[in-house]
């Protein structure tokens, strides 16, 4: 049993550092996009008064809210460079999800606000200053696009996504304030305005609900994206010494760093120091699964278990045939 603890404090610990460097870059990466961000939005909400335009006030308001999740981001990837305490066994890389559920919610929020006012302004649609709506536009365009690639080029953590879904959408209402300010300077009707923000909404609603049912996949902690659980399992048998692999459960600690707890039924408990490294290797190098609990069991134990229907072995995966059902979907751990 010596053996278990030492793999286990082998994979949390290269663990630990890995989602270290990541986070650390993540942080520096949004305060750099909040700062800039910042600045331009108290432009747009001066011009958007001035040409009295909701297309622009529109934008205006995305960029604070960006700057509102950029500064909840910075925050969640500085807390989830906290190391594992007794309080959080795992520390708090989970930090990151509850930033990106934050900025989903709020997004919802800034949508239902600016659809509410289209619709308003479609009935009683205002002159809007269409010179004004373009330079201004253009402006916004351009900073959009700059903190877009920076957050494009910095670690792609869930948490920098829900930021950059901010950044998006601020990038589109910067185009539809652009289209409308060119319309109306050209002489096209005002009530382009809301309708280029209605539009805007429905793109940013598509996204916000898909990163939405990323986050709750995590938080739910189902299976990690681009895992197979069945794949996991029959490598793991196919290695020399395993007859079976049974509670086996996988889950995300962050969108970076997955683990996996399991017990291994094994033909020898004395040889458990030499299959251990070998488990540890393909779920590092196959599956990219740094921290492992993995239990191991006498598999003459298991057999006679599975011999009495009332034992309760659960189900697993043997040498003997293919993945047959496998609960690799975290739960409490035993």
Request: hydrophobic fraction near 50%; aromatic fraction near 6%; charge should be negative.
């Amino acid at each position: 049993m010596p053996d278990h603890h030492h793999g286990h404090d082998h994979s949390h610990s290269h663990n630990h550092s890995h989602s270290h460097s990541h986070n650390h870059g993540s942080g520096k990466t949004l305060l750099f996009a909040l700062i800039f961000t910042t600045a331009f939005a108290a432009v747009e909400v001066f011009g958007g008064l001035l040409a009295d335009s909701l297309a622009l006030l529109s934008d205006a308001g995305h960029m604070f809210t960006d700057s509102l999740s950029l500064g909840i981001g910075a925050f969640a990837a500085w807390l989830a460079k906290k190391p594992a305490s007794r309080q959080h066994s795992f520390g708090l890389k989970r930090a990151e999800m509850l930033g990106a559920l934050f900025n989903v919610i709020f997004m919802f929020g800034v949508i239902v606000f600016i659809a509410y006012e289209a619709v308003v302004r479609m009935n009683d649609t205002p002159q809007v200053a269409g010179g004004t709506v373009l330079t201004i536009g253009a402006l916004g365009l351009l900073v959009n696009l700059v903190v877009a690639w920076v957050l494009t080029r910095g670690e792609q953590t869930i948490n920098v996504r829900g930021a950059l879904l901010h950044v998006m959408g601020d990038l589109l209402g910067s185009v539809a304030a652009l289209a409308a300010g060119a319309i109306i300077y050209m002489g096209g009707p005002s009530i382009v305005d809301p309708i280029l923000s209605l539009l805007v909404c429905l793109l940013i609603l598509a996204s916000a609900v898909r990163l939405l049912r990323e986050v709750t996949h995590v938080l739910m902690e189902g299976v990690p994206r681009g895992i197979d659980a069945a794949e996991v399992g029959n490598a793991l048998v196919g290695i020399d010494g395993v007859r079976a692999i049974h509670d086996m459960h996988i889950w995300s600690l962050s969108s970076s760093s997955q683990a996996i707890a399991a017990h291994v039924d094994v033909e020898a408990l004395g040889r458990w120091h030499e299959i251990l490294p070998r488990l540890q290797t393909v779920l590092r190098e196959r599956f990219d699964i740094e921290h492992s609990t993995l239990q191991p069991e006498d598999a003459a134990i298991r057999l006679a278990c599975d011999a009495d229907p009332n034992c309760g072995a659960g189900d697993a995966v043997s040498q003997a045939g293919s993945f047959v059902t496998t609960r690799a979907k975290l739960q409490t751990r035993h």
